[in-house]
């Protein structure tokens, strides 16, 4: 008896283990399909997605979201006065009419834009009527109600007359904004803004229908009520009971922490938009925390396509190395420089030659190593990504060359000599300012690789950081607070909002961007003397921070349409910064990395969102949209 | 034996408030990441700021904030019982997604726990018996 109560014991153990092992065991992971090559591309089927995280901070709301994510979603709902091919490349940085008929008639001085609306474009159900120029005014109304927290809404205070951000409510219309006519648009600005086109090509400029919005008075509130007027709708907005507002109940295809599911708007008019092919029936973004997990789906063919997660490294390894998978590994440019940043009012980085000689020593190459490699990004040699500039400083500026990028401590000691920090001018920082500076940083996997790299390069000159690492939001909110006078960091990155160099050079280099929480000017290029007093901050006796305020002025006055003009501009204004402020170390331009499974039959890249142009793919998965 | 079952109890009462007390002050001396920053955008001006954090209720004293979300657990706020508050990331009730996954929590534990009463208890059972109270003399080891 005792015998078999123990074999039933040894039994019952080894079936708990084995659930257990059934429990955390996984699938096999199919192979990445056939030859990955594009057939022709045919209408229907799901565009099935996943994001780890969509990451809103306003809630999905046009008027104040701010993600990247979100703005390629817009893409696929949202129709713009003047948008994009959603396209790759320099292509698809450029502004071509989308609501509007064809571009504004710009007055001589500059002040004036009148648009003209194209005929039968619609809004989705429930609404289903035409969009209207009172819409468009609508939507900028919403922009400056202060409440809603239009969160680029500085692009238009003081730009267009009568915005200030400071409305209580989105009743009070803007002055500079006429609707003469449903058709007609026109806005009055201050002064002139070369890249206004680019500003109104932002999604919070978007149209939006006073019936629904007006009853959402809080910032993010409306996000999960966005009406359509482009060729794809939140599932479910059809049902949604417009006759109140205390009826309308969130549209059931959007849960933010669940997933997104889009279906064809009925009453798009493909005829009246040649920005858009609109194959897929459907785009469902599901929420998946498990980034492996999200891998190992688009390879198992349960989704399409990855979004903005980036795929751990032997995911990577496999695209890389494995000739039938690397078709569908996509690294298209971001837009973005990653880089680290001297705050000009803490000492040594007050002084000129250290900066210069931080730039001549930085060993790129490593951190591109630590990075992963080329597929990440590419090496950075100054601070607009050059697809922003419109390529119009070349491949070949690099004002501080070096061997393979591995910096050159030789110019940087030659530098450093010149310094006030370099007493005995043995090319190495000796003074006491130059040990023990905190170094903000992520404490996620490729920034902590980096660090080291970092940390070593700089003790070539004698710079000895102490890293600190905090998770992202933390480093962020801790080097924009200007009192924290952080040294050094290299948590941070800047991705364009539009592919117009003004969208890297006003909130990053400007001076009069500088503000005392949420500053990203963290350099604090042109930062005065009153500036700092206000800040609560000082700037070390004898030092005066080199500003590119007026530069900036001089390239706003070129409009947009002059597009050479405004690249050689600005491409100016960052040779200044490089040669003569250095207001930071620039060490990569990021890539963008998606991976797409078999049944994607066309692949297409959105340079304006960064991700993928949910317009513009294509698939043969023959899926419906889950009801 | 009721009036120890009363004291523990009311013990348990004491030890919640000093455990969420803790915790919720931690939030706020730990490095700096102001939510309120956070959903501003990543430029905001100090007025937007400003607005998010009249928004979220953390321009109130830290102490009134606790006694708010001590009062809404028991009472329930706006959005129903428990009040549980509101996600500034999906900007909805806490409660929704909370009691959206809590079964599939319940089920995981229940199921851990089941394994783990299974190997545990005949294990204890054979290995207790065999060994005396302090310090553990264990006969059949070794």
């Known amino acids: 008896m005792g015998k078999r109560r123990q074999q039933a014991r040894l039994v019952g153990l080894a079936l708990a283990l084995a659930l257990v092992a059934a429990a955390c065991g996984g699938g096999d992971d199919e192979g990445g399909g056939s030859s990955g090559q594009q057939a022709t591309p045919q209408k229907g089927g799901v565009l099935r997605t996943a994001i780890s995280d969509f990451g809103f901070t306003n809630g999905f709301d046009p008027t104040g979201e701010y993600v990247a994510v979100a703005i390629g979603l817009y893409g696929a709902m949202e129709r713009t006065l003047m948008g994009y091919k959603h396209v790759a490349d320099a292509a698809g940085n450029e502004l071509v009419p989308d609501l509007a008929e064809a571009a504004p008639e710009i007055s ?29 005014a609508y939507a900028f109304q919403r922009i400056n109600t202060a409440p809603l927290v239009a969160q680029y809404g500085f692009w238009y205070y003081g730009v267009v007359k009568g915005m200030d951000g400071k409305a209580k409510s989105a009743d009070e219309k803007v002055s500079g904004i006429e609707t003469p006519d449903d058709s007609t648009i026109i806005f009055n600005l201050e002064k002139p803004t070369g890249d206004f086109l680019y500003r109104i090509s932002m999604p919070a400029a978007a149209p939006i229908p006073e019936e629904v919005a007006k009853c959402f008075k809080k910032a993010g509130d409306y996000g999960r009520y966005v009406m359509s ?16 507002c205390s009826a309308m109940k969130p549209i059931s295809g959007f849960d933010p922490s669940k997933q997104l599911t889009l279906v064809r708007n009925p009453n798009y008019d493909q005829a009246t938009d040649t920005t858009r092919a609109n194959y897929v029936d459907g785009i469902t973004v599901a929420v998946d925390t498990n980034v492996d997990d999200i891998f190992s789906r688009v390879q198992a063919g349960d989704l399409d396509s990855s979004i903005a997660d980036q795929p751990p490294k032997p995911v990577l390894q496999q695209y890389l190395t494995d000739q039938a998978k ?29 900066r210069k000689a931080a730039n001549w020593v930085m060993d790129k190459a490593g951190i591109l190593q630590a990075w992963g490699g080329s597929t990440f990004g590419d090496i950075a040699t100054h601070n607009i ?76 000159i004698g710079i000895k950081v102490k890293p600190r690492e905090l998770a992202s939001s933390a480093a962020y909110t801790t080097i924009q607070t200007v009192k924290n006078k952080i040294p050094i960091a290299l948590n941070a990155g800047w991705g364009k909002d539009f592919a117009d160099a003004v969208s890297f050079v006003l909130p990053l280099f400007d001076g009069r961007s500088i503000i005392p929480t949420g500053n990203t000017n963290y350099p604090l290029v042109g930062l005065t003397a009153d500036q700092a007093s206000n800040l609560g ?17 001089a390239c706003q006055k070129i409009p947009a349409t002059q597009a050479d003009q405004r690249n050689e501009c600005f491409a100016n204004i960052d040779k200044k910064l490089m040669e003569e402020v250095a207001p930071w170390v620039p060490y990569l331009w990021a890539k963008n990395i998606t991976i797409t499974g078999s049944t994607v039959t066309k692949w297409e890249f959105d340079q304006f969102s960064g991700y993928l142009a949910y317009t513009q793919m294509a698939v043969n998965n023959k899926a419906t949209v889950p009801s | 034996m009721w009036r120890y079952i009363v004291r523990r109890l009311l013990w348990v009462v004491v030890v919640l408030l000093v455990v ?22 990543k430029n905001p001006t100090p007025e937007q700021i400003e607005e998010v954090r009249h928004q979220f209720g953390l321009d ?60 545990g208890i005949p294990i204890g059972r054979r290995w207790g018996s065999r060994c005396s109270s302090w310090p553990p003399q264990c006969s059949g080891w070794g």
């Open chain 1, 108 to 136: 001589s001085d500059g002040l004036k834009y009148t648009f003209k609306l194209k005929s039968g474009v619609k809004w989705a159900p429930p609404l289903d009527r035409d969009v209207t120029s009172k819409d468009v």
């Open chain 1, 229 to 244: 007027n482009a060729s794809y709708m939140i599932q479910g907005a059809d049902k949604l009971d417009i006759s109140s």
């Open chain 1, 326 to 354: 690397k078709p569908f590994l996509h690294s298209n440019s971001g837009d973005r420089t990653w880089y680290i940043t001297m705050n000009w009012i803490t000492p040594p980085f007050d002084d000129i030659h250290v």
């Open chain 1, 385 to 460: 990504p050059p697809i922003v500039l419109g390529d119009a400083l070349g491949s070949d500026y690099n004002p501080y060359p070096s061997e393979g990028n591995r910096g050159d401590e030789a110019k940087a000691k030659e530098e450093m000599k010149q310094s006030k920090y370099d007493s005995n001018k043995d090319g190495v920082c000796d003074a006491k300012e130059c040990s023990n500076l905190v170094m903000i940083n992520r404490n996620t996997p490729v920034y902590a690789d980096s660090e080291a790299v970092v940390v070593s390069s700089l003790e070539k």
């Open chain 1, 537 to 553: 901050v000082s700037i070390p006796a004898g030092v005066t921070i080199p500003s590119v305020d007026a530069d900036v002025d």
């Open chain 2, 20 to 41: 969420t007390s803790i915790t919720y002050v931690v939030f706020f001396v730990m490095p700096s990441t102001d939510p309120a920053v956070t959903f501003a955008g």
């Open chain 2, 60 to 119: 109130k004293p830290v102490p009134v904030q606790y006694a708010l979300f001590i009062k809404h657990v028991f009472l329930g706020d706006q959005y129903g019982w428990p009040g549980l508050g509101f996600s500034y990331s999906t900007r909805s009730p806490v409660k929704d997604q909370f009691f959206g996954r809590v079964l599939v929590t319940v089920q995981l534990a229940f199921g851990a726990a089941l394994i783990w009463l299974a190997i």
